[in-house]
C-alpha cells in the first residue's frame, strides 16, 4: 500500500487467519524490497539479496523510477524467465506504470512512462 505523503507505504502480508506481518517506510527504512519471500521469516535468498543490494547501491539520493526499473527490477535474478510483468506506482505524481516481459529482452532504457 502506498499514501500520499512521506513515510506512507507497507507491505501487507496475509495468511488464511488475517495479517500475518507489516513492514512500513520510516525515517530510517526508506524502501520496502519485496520478492516472493515470506520475508518476516529472517530468510533472505537471492532475489531478496539482490533487490535490496541493488536498491543501496543506487541510494536513496539517486534513486528514480528509471534507475528503479532498469537497475534493480530489471537485474537478474529479480528479472528472469518467469517475470510476466513489472510495474511501478506512485500515487502522489500518478505514476502508474507497467510493463509486461519477454525475458531475456530488457526494454530500450529510457524515461519511465
Known sequence: MAGL???EGAVISRDRWGTAHIDQLSDERWYIAQTN????????????ISA????????????SLER??????????????LTLYQSMMVPSQ?????????YPVVPPRGPVE
Open 5 to 7: 505523503n512521506g513515510n
Open 68 to 81: 528503479l526499473k532498469f537497475d534493480v527490477l530489471f537485474q537478474e535474478p529479480n528479472y528472469n524467465e
Open 37 to 48: 519471500d515470506d520475508h518476516w521469516t529472517g530468510v533472505c535468498v537471492d532475489r531478496c
Open 94 to 102: 500518478h505514476i502508474f506504470s507497467s510493463v509486461l516481459t519477454a
Open 52 to 63: 535490496n543490494a541493488n536498491m543501496q547501491k543506487v541510494g536513496q539520493k539517486e534513486m
